[in-house]
């Protein structure tokens, strides 16, 4: 790349000047400016073939705020020895915490908040994408498709909910359509099965609610629907299961380096070692490659925001379906910030719509804001049109962790021996997991081997994680087997999602030991209907109480000091 070249266009497209240096691996970038998205689009300026993009353009008068930490500090895991750490519980992490305990080694994840699924992991949209629009050559492409090939036979293992649902791109144009023939003949080469172009007639019988604007649609049957979350905390109790410990409130500070190796991890709860290290830290893997004196990419967060839907609203389509690109956004397809997005079923039966991309200087940032809900209710309501905005009961944000090259990164560090980057972990990350993992686990399998460090196979390795009851999804007579056995699967806690009390109990005795507000909502359910917690939450903190013999003010929302109450005002009568 002729850099003098790139930085007069940067001085003329944004009037500021850029300083520039290069090494084997990477382009670092210093300067400032006024604009955060003109940081990101002169990072992405220099992006070139084989090298990384380390972007260290300021913002003006921007002062980051201080990472979230956990509220907690003790000697837990100080002095503390293992054959493997891995750094992150998202999907990344759990699910290679998960593969590595097919080997007999000391696993330990690390996660700095209260449970799993936190990051990213637990705020996307869930669709296990078919890849129809990912370039050619990247590892996003590579993954993506072999994960999806996987997903059916995790989801059994794991005992979550996998529905292969396939998606509907519509056409409003005739010359988008033409155009479409391409994006098929690309998923024939990229092994995407079964990719074709729908006519009008056919589209219309398949989701009515189109058919006085639709001239055809791209169908991808290999696309399929999860609860991410869901998914995620499976591979951790499954990795638990087989003998990982994971270490929740637990946040990496810092990391030794000596003779080329990390040598000691200090954290809130001590300081321990490893043999191998995997960083597997969504938003913040840069920052734990520059903790290891390994810093060769940028991670620069974006934002998108989803709109939940009513499931009982009239006009939601019964399908995922999205409006294909414009004759304007077709030169782009492919290579944005979004997939693109649409009216997305989730694996509860929700309808979610979203998201929108914002570039944003906070890693942490997960706000929502009236413009993202309008943007996301203009662009994605355009599918529906009898849509309106009160069938919206909630929204949320989540953050994607891209790098400039907009690919994953997955390889053992150039740098640091014992260091694995599981990186750039954007979408479709919930995707590709089931496949990355695996390669994960064999990267730190050899470098172990090549270490000197035995790694034979856990011969008692059961990939099978028990699927929770699920009361409402039972027929009359199983549910009715089910409450002779045990009466608090007939007490209703959450009357919207019709969660009973022996699930919200089950679900407390998790592996993971998560025994807040918000883990129980995110492993049965409860409070996530119509009144978003509104009637059950304080029935829930009482349950957390009774079963985990602490005062209700002690039972926190999510992380420590989240408590959802202060104190007892008054005591109800009998
Ligand atoms: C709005 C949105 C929609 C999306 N939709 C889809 C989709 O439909 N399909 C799809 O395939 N993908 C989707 N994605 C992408 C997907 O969510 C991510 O690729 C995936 O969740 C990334 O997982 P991860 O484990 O790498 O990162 P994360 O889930 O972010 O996990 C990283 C974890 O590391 C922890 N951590 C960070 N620093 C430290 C530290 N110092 N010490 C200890 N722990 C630390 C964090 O707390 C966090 O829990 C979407 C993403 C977003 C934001």
Not at 233 to 260: H, P, R, S
């Amino acid at each position: 790349m002729d850099f003098d070249k790139t930085i007069k266009q940067v001085r003329k497209r944004y009037g500021v000047d850029v300083s520039v240096r290069e090494d084997e691996r990477s382009v670092f970038l210093s300067g400032e400016c006024d604009k955060w998205s003109d940081v990101v689009a002169i990072g992405k300026m220099f992006v070139t073939e084989g090298k990384h993009v380390v972007n260290d353009i300021a913002l003006k008068g921007y002062v980051a705020p201080a990472e979230r930490l956990p509220a907690l500090s003790d000697n837990a895991l100080d002095g503390t020895d293992w054959d493997v750490v891995v750094i992150g519980g998202g999907i990344s992490g759990c699910a290679v915490a998960r593969e590595l305990t097919k080997y007999k080694l000391r696993i330990l994840l690390v996660e700095k908040h209260s449970d799993v699924a936190r990051g990213a992991s637990g705020a996307n949209n869930g669709m296990v994408h078919a890849g129809i629009d990912l370039k050619h050559r990247c590892l996003k492409l590579k993954y993506g498709v072999a994960g999806n090939a996987l997903y059916g036979d995790v989801c059994k293992e794991l005992g979550v909910d996998f529905r292969r649902s396939g998606q509907y791109v519509i056409f409003d144009s005739r010359l988008i359509r033409f155009f479409a023939k391409g994006t098929v003949k690309r998923a024939v080469k990229h092994g995407i099965p079964g990719v074709r172009i729908l006519g009008k007639k056919e589209i219309a019988q398949v989701e009515p609610r189109v058919k006085d604007f639709a001239v055809g649609a791209l169908y991808a049957p290999s696309t399929g629907y999860v609860s991410p979350y869901q998914l995620t905390i499976a591979y951790a109790e499954n990795a638990v299961q087989n003998g990982a410990k994971i270490c929740l409130n637990t946040a990496v500070t810092g990391m030794d380096v000596e003779k080329g190796k990390v040598a000691r991890i200090c954290t809130n709860r001590g300081t321990f070692t490893a043999r191998c290290v995997v960083n597997c830290a969504g938003v913040f893997a840069d920052k734990i490659a520059e903790m290891a004196g390994d810093r060769y990419f940028s991670i620069h967060p974006r934002r998108g925001t989803d709109l939940m839907l009513d499931p009982k609203a009239e006009g939601v389509p019964s399908q995922t379906i999205s409006m294909g690109p414009t004759l304007k956004s077709l030169s782009k397809f492919g290579s944005g910030s979004t997939k693109g997005g649409g009216v997305i079923r989730t694996a509860d039966g929700n309808y979610l719509l979203g998201p929108d991309a914002v570039e944003i200087p906070d890693r942490e940032d997960t706000s929502t804001d009236r413009q993202s809900f309008d943007s996301v209710f203009a662009k994605h309501s355009g599918v529906c049109p009898t849509l309106r905005r009160s069938d919206v009961i909630a929204y949320f944000s989540g953050v994607r962790a891209p790098t400039y090259e907009e690919d994953f990164i997955i390889e053992r560090s150039a740098k640091v021996a014992n260091l694995v980057h599981v990186a750039g972990i954007q979408s479709p990350g919930i995707t590709a997991a089931p496949a990355f993992s695996k390669d994960v686990a064999e990267i730190v399998k050899d470098y172990l081997l090549s270490a000197g460090t035995q790694v034979a196979a856990n011969e008692r390795f059961d990939p099978v994680r028990p699927r929770p009851v699920k009361a409402k999804s039972l027929s009359d007579a199983d549910r009715d087997e089910l409450i002779k056995s045990d009466p608090d699967f007939g007490k209703i806690v959450c009357r919207c999602e019709e969660v009973s009390l022996g699930e919200i109990k089950r679900a407390l005795r998790n592996p993971l030991g998560v025994t807040t507000v918000d883990g129980v909502k995110r492993r049965v359910r409860a409070g996530m209907g119509r009144c978003q917690g509104g009637f059950c939450m304080p029935l829930i903190v009482d349950i957390i109480a009774n079963e985990t013999g602490v005062q209700a003010e002690d039972v926190t929302k999510d992380d420590i000091g989240s408590n959802v109450a202060v104190c007892k005002i008054k005591e109800v009568g009998q």
